[in-house]
């Protein structure tokens, strides 16, 4: 497509952006959820529900363009759908930006969308919040974003809450109304020419409330922006700052055009609206009457072809091509400093996690204290059920940072979709971040339960057993972080990772060997996450030229196997012996 970019042309002006729709319509299937195969090709429901039928509208540059309806008619779908992050399943129409059909995945990245409820990092200050983002998405170096911040923290009104931290339900922070314009102002760093809010008023006292729609009305009269929003009960003092509303009901477009447009039609239908009553809110309170004026909706009429004509369209245009603010290297250099901020501010975790550590090696080094010392009361199968259980704790620690991984998943999906950063270089900063916190666990188990239990009294046995320590803290912790990316929430995102947990555990070859498991389960054996640090700590311990001198068991002073004896008949190959010598 040849949409337009936002930088200035020939004139050194900012190109502006008219977006409209045509007979645009949405409909979800009966039980219909983000997951629905609908959504591949499957068959379509004929008991279908429209949520938006044949919308037909139009916002224009400089202007503010108001969607308003009473609940449930639409208004956010319409406004998600306008934003390009609704995907073409069950969506017929066209979405044209400048009269051409848009392009989701690059509009996205010129235009800010702000949804309802704010996904913000409640440990980050409002000054830290911003600085972020304008770093991730502004051209220039960090000097152009803190000339940015300071004139967002100014223009937002939040100077006074600058070094004060977002906060959430368990911690107090900033207001409300704050938070809302935080999140406005997060959205706004990159000065886009098209602005997209659901609800901006939504919860905010009637002063607060004024004061973000005088700042809206400032940037689209001022800067020329395009200003998309939802609302749902207006005052006066702010309706007189939208120029178009677009009227909503059950999906179907009521009324586009002027307040003043909308007043002459209900008196025109015979309704006398009381003074006390502005005329917007009336004409929600009324809704059900203005559709039984209107000509019946012919549903059948509406195309069945479900896609997005823009999306067949996409070429290799040059805007096709995305382009990134920053290099690599420089993202990830943000976000880590990003991550170490919530990682480290999250005292409660952190304290946890480092004493949890101390005090399980020093607990299990004095309950297995010495098992080997004395040949005469060496049980091997206690030194292997050490090592198995070593391997259940290490591996289901870190389960509670699940919610942790869930919050910021929601705010990752909005900063990648609109290009702020690549998901590489989201998940590369979060490994370095956690790499010396993680060192630092496995280190401190390591010390006190190594040289307690007895195992092989040499550093680089130490040594090794220690990087597999750190190694195994390591996986888990990428291993819940994964399945936060694919569970929709905490209590399955527990019960999934506890049970697969459990399914590694029983198939690791402590509990059957690998020779006893059926062909069918002997996927789960090699899928274990088990099975490869058992056999490290078994082979670090066991193998080696002092495995082959070492007598792990004996009768009447005749030693019955060694130690790389006892490997071979566990089925660690010679191969994977060598390898520790």
């Known amino acids: 497509m040849d949409l337009p970019v936002k930088t200035p042309n020939s004139s050194g002006q900012k190109t502006l952006y008219r977006i409209r729709t045509k007979n645009l319509s949405y409909k979800l299937s009966p039980g219909y959820n983000e997951f629905n195969w609908d959504c591949l090709g499957g068959a379509t429901n004929s008991a279908n529900k ?87 998405r502004l051209h220039g170096g960090i000097d152009k974003a803190r000339a940015r911040v300071r004139e967002l923290l100014t223009e937002l009104g939040l100077d006074h809450v600058a070094g004060v931290r977002i906060g959430s339900e368990s911690s107090r922070g900033i207001s409300g109304g704050e938070k809302r314009r935080v999140s406005i102002g997060v959205d706004l760093v990159h000065d886009p020419a098209v602005l997209l809010i659901d609800e901006p008023t939504s919860g905010l006292d009637s002063a607060s409330a004024l004061n973000v729609a005088s700042l809206l009305q400032g940037m689209a009269k001022k800067q020329g922006k395009t200003i998309v929003l939802t609302i749902h009960q207006p005052g006066f003092r702010i309706l007189e700052l939208f120029n178009t509303v677009v009227l909503l009901s059950n999906g179907i477009v009521l009324h586009h055009g002027s307040l003043h447009l909308l007043e002459e039609r209900l008196m025109f239908a015979g309704h006398c609206i009381p003074r006390h009553v502005n005329v917007l809110e009336f004409a929600i309170d009324v809704t059900e009457s203005m559709l039984m004026d209107m000509e019946e909706i012919n549903i059948e009429g509406i195309e069945n072809k479900i896609e997005y004509d823009h999306v067949k369209k996409m070429g290799n245009e040059e805007e096709n091509h995305i382009f990134y603010t920053n290099s690599l290297f420089k993202e990830v250099l943000i976000l880590s400093q990003r991550f170490s901020n919530n990682i480290f501010r999250t005292k409660q975790l952190f304290a946890a996690r480092i004493i949890l550590a101390l005090l399980a090696g020093i607990l299990l080094g004095t309950i297995f204290m010495n098992v080997n010392k004395d040949p005469k009361r060496f049980k091997l199968q206690n030194q292997i059920g050490f090592f198995a259980f070593s391997l259940a704790f290490l591996l289901s620690s870190t389960t509670e940072a699940l919610p942790i991984f869930l919050q910021e998943r929601r705010i990752l999906m909005g900063e990648t979709s609109r290009g702020a950063y690549r998901v590489s270089s989201y998940v590369i900063s979060n490994t370095l971040v956690f790499l010396p916190f993680l060192l630092t666990v496995a280190m401190l188990y390591s010390i006190p339960v190594y040289w307690l239990v007895g195992l092989r009294r040499d550093v680089d046995g130490f040594l090794y057993f220690s990087l597999v320590v750190w190694v195994v803290v390591l996986m888990s912790n990428s291993f819940v972080a994964c399945f936060s990316a694919l569970v929709p929430n905490f209590i399955m995102g527990t019960s999934l990772t506890v049970g697969l947990m459990g399914s590694f555990f029983l198939f690791s070859g402590y509990f059957i060997s690998k020779e006893d498991i059926p062909w069918y389960w002997i996927f789960m054996h090699y899928l274990s996450l088990f099975k490869y640090p058992f056999e490290c700590f078994m082979i670090n311990e066991y193998g080696g030229e002092k495995g082959k001198s070492r007598c792990l068991q004996s009768v009447e002073e005749v030693c019955l196997f060694t130690g790389d004896g006892f490997l071979m008949h566990q089925d660690h190959t010679e191969q994977n012996v060598r390898r520790m010598e």
């Open 50 to 136: 429209y949520i938006l039928k044949d919308v037909s509208c139009e916002a224009k540059p400089g202007e503010i363009t108001a969607i308003a309806g009473p609940s449930g008619a639409g208004k956010t779908t319409l406004l998600e759908i306008l934003a390009g992050m609704i995907v073409p399943c069950r969506v017929s129409g066209h979405v044209l930006v400048n009269d051409k059909p848009m392009n989701a995945t690059y509009f996205r990245r010129v235009s800010g969308y702000v949804t309802q409820d704010e996904a913000l990092f409640p440990l980050l200050t409002v000054e830290e919040t911003l600085m972020y983002s304008a770093r991730l």
